[in-house]
């Protein structure tokens, strides 16, 4: 499992809101498809009222997220 920091923005109320955050996952896409139903969950934002500006993975000491690292570093399966 990867760490990845997702960066963008979704429309909420007219206004165009900035969200970063971090996410476990097997691969970027995994990452993209966990970042719409967490915000779209927690939001109620539509995927097509979600840009998504840019996906970076993370190396250990860089993820800033607990849960994220022990679920990275942490997990065995």
Same mark, same amino acid.
């Given at each position: 499992?990867?760490? %990845?920091?997702?960066? @963008?923005?979704?429309?909420?109320?007219?206004?165009?809101?900035?969200?970063?955050?971090?996410?476990?996952?097997?691969?970027?896409?995994?990452?993209?498809?966990?970042?719409?139903?967490?915000? @779209?969950?927690?939001?109620?934002?539509?995927?097509?009222?979600?840009?998504?500006?840019?996906?970076?993975?993370?190396? @250990?000491?860089?993820? +800033?997220?607990?849960?994220?690292? %022990?679920?990275? +570093?942490?997990?065995? +399966?």
């Amino acid at each position: 499992m990867k760490a %990845y920091r997702i960066k @963008g923005m979704f429309l909420m109320k007219n206004v165009w809101q900035p969200f970063s955050k971090e996410i476990a996952a097997e691969n970027e896409e995994d990452a993209k498809e966990q970042i719409f139903s967490i915000m @779209g969950s927690r939001h109620r934002v539509k995927r097509k009222m979600m840009k998504i500006e840019s996906i970076t993975e993370l190396k @250990g000491d860089e993820i +800033e997220n607990s849960v994220v690292k %022990y679920r990275v +570093e942490g997990h065995h +399966e």
